[in-house]
């Protein structure tokens, strides 16, 4: 093990730091060890989450739980249909000099101004104020006032969504979409599951957390992550996979012509092949394979591709699309 804060990380570093991440977030999180795994491999990626899942499923809970944990700075914005670009990069003051009675401009940073953004029902805003998180999430500064501000590092944005209320939603643009690396589909818990969340939510909490990651740290992993090899037929697997998204193309199956308006874009490779680098540290494997990137395809793609009329009127839905282009594609 190295010494924490160190540049220099290890893949034992990495288990047993997200061992350690686990089992703090299963004192919390009962269950949706999927949904965990994926939030960790973004976080390792140096990527963004969309979360999708009807209310009441501890979206919420979740992200707030795993800043706590890796002693990050947490910001939640609640996005409603008022909220203005401002609210989020931070807007404008006259501030004056008592002693000289001097007035200028001073600008105060808002709530994007943190390591972990949640982004509350972030389909609840126009698109103009949802533009606001773009030049965030792609370069990591904010550009106000006319000045850049640099973010601090990790910065990770999560944002949730409701998939059954649409009334008063605005559809997220497909820019802003493909700046989430993982579409993740939070579903309801099992059985068992359920009956112990009722169980310890309804008694007196008795965990408390413990901080497993500083920043550094972190930073630290997701450098490491780039270095985990990857053979030449794994990314090109992961190029053909996304290209057969896309109906102009030549080696896109028939049904992709039926079903698909429009495919995913290159972004969609890097991100298959950052998303199973990623998961084979985390599995503690020095080489990223084809099943690596078989395992992220479902969030990497499923909010990338625009499916067509005849897919509704078949009732076909990405979910099926991605299964069908994976056997396909093999």
Known sequence: MTEPGSDVKTLGDINVAFDKIKTEINKVIIGQDEVVEQLL???????????????????????????QILDLKFNRIQFTPDLMPADITGTEIIEEDHSTGKREFRFVKGPVFANVILADEINRTPPKTQAAL????????VTAAGETFTLDEPFFVLATQNP???????????????????????????????????????????????????????????????TIGVADETISYAVKLVRATRPNEDSA????????????????????????????????????????????A?????????????????GVDTEQIIHDLLAAVK
Request: glycine letters at 6%; a negative charge.
């Open 298 to 314: 479902y969030p990497v793609l499923r909010h990338r591709i625009v499916t067509s009329f005849n897919a509704e009127a078949d």
């Open 134 to 141: 773009l030049q965030a999430m792609q370069e990591h500064e």
């Open 41 to 67: 491999i973004s976080l390792l990626a140096n990527g963004h989450c969309l979360l999708v899942g009807v209310p009441g499923l501890a979206k919420t809970l979740l992200i707030s739980t795993l800043a």
């Open 164 to 226: 059954i209320e649409q009334e008063g939603t605005y559809p997220l643009p497909e820019a802003q979409l493909d700046r989430f690396m993982f579409n993740v589909f939070v579903n309801y818990p099992s059985g068992s599951d359920e009956e112990k969340i009722v169980r310890t939510t309804t008694a007196v909490p008795t965990y408390e957390l413990g901080k497993v990651l500083s920043p550094s740290d972190i930073v630290g992993f997701q450098r490491f992550v780039r």
């Open 253 to 296: 199956p028939d049904f992709i012509s039926k079903w698909v308006n429009w495919g995913a874009g290159p972004r969609a490779s890097q991100y298959l092949i950052l998303a199973a680098k990623a998961r084979a540290a985390l599995r503690g494997q020095e080489l990223a394979t084809i099943d690596d990137v078989d395992r992220a």
